[in-house]
């Protein structure tokens, strides 16, 4: 079957740690997305990506990194330099003009 | 960048009632969605609609582009209906930027 798989389901770092969330997609889609989501509120854009080899920064990529080696593979590294990690984080894929499909999220906890 | 405003920010239901969610959106767009999270997290896309009206059972929606708002029907809702429903629009010219709205959180109660 065609979608999104983020792995893990949930994660848990230590203080100072850079973790990576995973991210694939088979829907030959040619944009990704990652989002954040703190609780009680909406998403919020970190990163995203339009073809394979570039990506741009969204409304909070501070403290994240991301690359785009292969189209259906957009991992997001949360580094040490993001004070405040703990959240749901969302990924999520799209062809201009279609729509968007989501991943299960990556559920984030600083320990 | 665009701003995305949704309102009412909760509503709570009886089963069976009908219900209209409106997203307001500060700048011209070429994709519009509606999505369902529900309460484990999953985001389920509803409708792409940029412009015009959509139905799918007993959800609707419709979007009037040159007023800058889309509406989300729900009509005899049921249990399973609750959830945060949001808007997500890409501005025109924006690239395959989509951009969020604050949600609508819906409980339909027996």
């Known amino acids: 079957d065609g979608g999104i798989t983020q792995s893990p389901k949930y994660l848990f770092r230590k203080e100072g740690q850079n973790v990576t969330l995973s991210c694939e997609q088979n829907?030959?889609?040619?944009?990704m997305y990652w989002y954040r989501q703190d609780p009680g509120q909406g998403l919020r854009l970190i990163y995203y990506?339009?073809?394979?080899?570039?990506?741009q920064k969204g409304d909070i990529a501070e403290g994240y990194s991301v690359s785009r080696e292969k189209k259906e593979s957009f991992p997001l590294t949360v580094t040490s330099a993001q004070k405040n990690p703990t959240a749901f984080y969302l990924c999520?894929?799209?062809?201009?003009?279609?729509?968007?499909?989501f991943g299960q999220g990556t559920r984030l906890t600083v320990v | 960048g665009i701003q995305v405003e949704q309102s009412p920010p909760d509503l709570i239901l009886q089963e069976g009632a009908n219900s209209t969610l409106r997203c307001n959106f500060s700048?011209?767009?070429?994709?519009l969605q509606w999505f369902h999270q529900n309460p484990w997290g999953q985001l389920i896309n509803l409708f792409y609609?940029?412009?015009g009206t959509k139905q799918n059972g007993r959800l609707s929606a419709t979007t009037v582009a040159t007023e800058r708002y889309s509406l989300l029907y729900i009509s005899s809702s049921q249990t399973t209906d609750s959830g945060v429903y949001f808007c997500?629009?890409?501005?025109?010219?924006?690239?395959?930027?989509?951009?969020f709205g604050t949600g609508t959180q819906l409980k339909v109660e027996l």
């Open positions: 999520a894929s799209s062809t201009r003009g279609q729509v968007a499909f």
């Open positions: 829907l030959n889609h040619d944009a």
């Open positions: 990506s339009q073809i394979v080899n570039d990506f």
């Open positions: 700048d011209s767009v070429n994709n």
């Open positions: 609609i940029p412009s």
């Open positions: 997500a629009v890409e501005r025109r010219g924006g690239g395959n930027k989509l951009t």
